[in-house]
């Protein structure tokens, strides 16, 4: 595999977003329709859906770049960057076809050399930032909103789709389906309403 094979053949999804926007729930419905996410981090309490962000990836990002959520800082990609991801993947068994990361926005330009169909998640802002207090995932510091709604930006400027999760939980699917289809996927709606849990939405949303 060389890096000029993954900006080919362009079939990566990438979904970012501002923490405890319902990044998981979008990534487990995009999984379930076939899509490789590969060894992910586990349920727990917050989530009991899974979170379907790829422990290898984020591994890579957090000793290649730091983890910089709290620090609102948007890292670009490394040299070897995109050879390092490849080797991560094979080694947890990808081998071809659609694959997924889904995480913070402030790492978008880590996959944008992948030319990826990128996903932009958005959610009323007075929920999402009870959800990060509540869960922890991230101290909602004017710095770090200002990075994620930079990066969002930068992301929507290539052409993304938004889908705000809060219209998906009601039934609006036609966001989501869009997003699916840039990749050849057509949306099933038995899947999204077998992922949707809008008591799960309403308390501990991630």
Known sequence: WSSSRWTAFP???VVVSFPRSGSSLVAR???QHGVWTGTCRPADLDNPHGYYEHIGLASLIGETVGHSVNRGVIPGAPDGWVESVERVLR???YESGRWLWKGSAVYWRLF???NPYWIVLERDSDEMLRSCV???????RPHTLKAHEHAIESVRARGAVTVNTDDLIGGDMSALRDALLR?????RPEIVEACVDPDLWHGRAA
């Open 112 to 114: 944008d050399p992948f």
């Open 11 to 13: 079939i990566r999804f």
């Open 134 to 140: 509540r869960s922890g995932a991230m101290r909602p």
């Open 29 to 31: 419905i995009i999984a």
């Open 91 to 93: 080694a947890d068994g």
């Open 183 to 187: 990749g050849g996927i057509a949306l």
